[in-house]
Each structure stands twice: as structure tokens, then as C-alpha cells.
């Protein structure tokens, strides 16, 4: 049996293991990895099976162009032992349930249409959007959680949220 459950702590090692093991190191360079580095997200799934961690979604605070608050949802991923059997639509459905119970307006990510469009998701309204570097317009897809969220949405879109703490006395720390 697979369990949806919010992330905890103790995950992090699996969440990043299976990270590496779906996207490689690559998943670094990605645009929409500018909108989450030295954030933390506003809410974090895990899909576990038998103890083990199989699946993971995660959402970010981005703004679609200014004053125009939304989320970020990704990576999703699911290892390759487990696909097929609907973890990833899982992990979609109660990452937009827990959304929009929340009061979130609107939910963008960076995929391919063929797969989200049955999650609500399409480029209508995200053709004058843009993200912090290369990317693909026709990738960038928006999932609207209240009607008109996210009407006229145009600009730069940009991390919001909360950054990660920084320890004082560390090496960021020192940095900044």
C-alpha cells in the first residue's frame, strides 16, 4: 500500500537520493531551480511505501508577475520501480487539494502539458510569464485554484516565501 503523507525531516536523505536518481545532477541547472534555491517550500509530499520513500511533490511561494502571489509545484517525482501505478496523479491531487484548502489562488509549473492538462493545467494564461532564465514558453503551465487567479498575470515571475534559515556563525552566515 502507498501512503500520501507530508514530508518530514527524516526524508530529506530519500527525497534528495530519489531527486538524483530521476533528474541527475542536471536537476541543478534548471531554471525553475532559481526559484527555489535558498527558499523553503510551503508544503512538501512524500509518497511511502513499506517504509520506503517512492514519491515526492513539492510546492514554492512565487510571485506571477508583481503582486501577483502563486505557487510553484516541483520536482515531482516517483522512483522507476513504482511508476505506472498513479503515485505521481497522487501526489498532484493532494499537493492542489491542500492548496486551494489553504487559499491559494493559482499553482504554475515547468512540464509537459500531455501529462498535466489532466491536472487542470495548460499555457493559456502563462504566455506573458516568464522565468529567471532559459525555458521553454510552451513548458510553462498554470493550474488556476480560483477562477481569474491568475487573469492579466504577466512579468517575471520570482521566489517568494520564506528563505532557509541561515545557523549564525555559519559559513553563509559569514558570507552575507
Known sequence: MIAIRKEL???IAAREALLDLSFGGARF????ERLREGRLPAAAYTAVAESRLVGTARLWHVSAGP???????GPLAV???FRCRGIGARLMRRALHDAARAGHGAVLLVGDA???SRFGFS???TGAL??????DPARLLGHELAAGALDGALGLINPAGRPVPVAAGSELARAA
Open 9 to 11: 525531516s527524516k526524508d
Open 114 to 116: 500531455s501529462y498535466y
Open 67 to 73: 503582486g501577483r502571489p502563486a505557487l510553484l509545484l
Open 123 to 125: 499555457h493559456e494564461k
Open 29 to 32: 541547472a534548471k531554471t525553475a
Open 79 to 81: 522512483h522507476l520501480d
Open 130 to 135: 516568464w522565468l529567471p532564465g532559459a525555458f
